[in-house]
């Protein structure tokens, strides 16, 4: 889900970042952090899921390993001329997984 999916869900049922930053007793841009995708914390992704009323692994698929086919969260790649590339699931895998991959 997006970060503005997620803000509007935890509306929908009456939570705010700032009021579950509170519940948690951390700071509400550790919240927004959290559900822009900038910082990771478990426990303040279950708070949100829980507030939300949706799993984490829906919020955040891909860093649960429970992505598109259960893929590995995608990475950024920086290059020598400074430039960043997204690196895809598939281009992670070691050679013999990306072989097998292919002919799935």
Do not use: C, F, Y
């Not at 708070?47 to 860093?63: C, D, H, R, S, T």
Request: charged share 20%; net charge positive.
């Amino acid at each position: 889900m997006t970060p503005k999916e997620i803000k509007a869900g935890l509306v929908r049922r009456g939570h705010t970042g700032r009021s579950i930053a509170e519940q948690l007793r951390v700071a509400e841009s550790t919240v927004s952090q959290v559900i822009t995708g900038r910082t990771v914390s478990a426990r303040v992704r279950k708070a949100i899921a829980e507030a939300a009323g949706v799993p984490v692994n829906v919020l955040w698929p891909a860093a649960t390993g429970n992505g598109p086919r259960g893929e590995p969260k995608p990475r950024l790649k920086l290059h020598l001329d400074g430039s960043i590339s997204l690196i895809s699931a598939r281009q992670q895998l070691v050679p013999s997984q990306a072989k097998k991959a292919a002919t799935a």
